[in-house]
């Protein structure tokens, strides 16, 4: 049987954190590339600012 790894950033209130996925463009070849991350829900907006 397969195990089955799960990573848990709860705390007890819930979701605290969110994957967030964003399309940046590459200045070097101009394709684009995802750039993925887990941020607190109060830091996602920031993240797209960048």
Known sequence: ???K???TFKKGEGRTYSK???M???PKT???IFKEEMVPNDDVKGFFAK
């Open 5 to 7: 790894a799960v990573a």
């Open 20 to 22: 967030v996925i964003k």
């Open 30 to 32: 101009g394709a684009y």
């Open 24 to 26: 940046v463009k590459s």
């Open 1 to 3: 049987m397969a195990k």
